[in-house]
């Protein structure tokens, strides 16, 4: 069955600081992989998008990592703002439009 | 950048109620969605639409579901009978043919009383 887990389930930084969050999926075949940031009562934006052969993305403070091998992928964001704060959710697509979601990290970041 | 948009934001209905959820994905996205998230849980995959027939759904997506997308541009979640249990955010979500990139509209806010 295709899953997608990811840890932690919720976080609390302070602001200024780092965090790194995990995605472990186990969806095949796979096409590419995507971080989204939900905002409380907003839909998903995607924040980046890392495809088999890439390994390091990086889009402003958001640096994404995919391990194809170990089917794991990484958001690390940098020196954290409080509109950081919202629920990130990996996401994987698995070609033919098949698309498997996380089970979401919250993030709160607080002054 | 090109959106999806979802009327009503806010819907409150009475159980036993039928509502219609409506979307206008972005103009020449083929593949549309419709993902419902509870409070506090995980984005749920409820159908998927391409070509005027539903492509696939969950196990969610049951009879008393319907998809319609009656004039090319509209695209409507339609629940015959509301129940308590289906008080949530649904997402209304497009992707063009080729570019694997789902863009969600902002959500219409089900509550069922």
């Known amino acids: 069955k295709n899953q997608v887990e990811q840890s932690p389930q919720s976080l609390i930084i302070l602001e200024g600081k780092n965090c790194t969050l995990q995605?472990?999926?186990?969806?095949?075949?796979?096409?590419?992989l995507r971080w989204y940031k939900q905002d409380t009562g907003r839909g998903p934006v995607s924040l980046t998008i890392?495809?088999?052969?890439?390994n390091t993305k990086s889009n402003g403070r958001y640096t994404a990592t995919l391990d194809a091998d170990t089917k794991q992928s990484s958001l690390h964001i940098t020196a954290s703002q409080l509109s950081d704060s919202a629920s990130y959710i990996c996401?994987?697509?698995?070609?033919?439009?098949?698309?498997?979601f996380g089970t979401g990290t919250k993030l709160q970041v607080i002054p | 950048e090109p959106e999806v948009t979802q009327t009503p934001s806010h819907q409150v209905t009475q159980m036993g109620q039928e509502v219609i959820l409506r979307c206008v994905p972005i103009?020449?996205?083929?593949?549309f969605y419709w993902y419902r998230q509870i409070l506090g849980q995980k984005v749920e995959f409820l159908v998927s639409f391409y070509n005027n027939e539903i492509s696939e759904k969950s196990e969610i997506f049951d009879d008393q579901f319907s998809v319609e997308r009656p004039d090319g541009s509209n695209f409507t979640l339609k629940i015959r009978s509301t129940k308590l249990e289906d008080s949530a955010m649904y997402f209304c979500a497009s992707m063009s043919s080729g570019h694997e990139k789902l863009f969600f509209g902002s959500g219409t806010q089900l509550s069922v009383l």
């Open positions: 995605c472990n999926y186990t969806v095949s075949p796979f096409s590419n």
């Open positions: 890392m495809t088999f052969s890439e």
């Open positions: 996401v994987v697509y698995g070609g033919y439009q098949k698309v498997t």
């Open positions: 103009s020449n996205h083929l593949y």
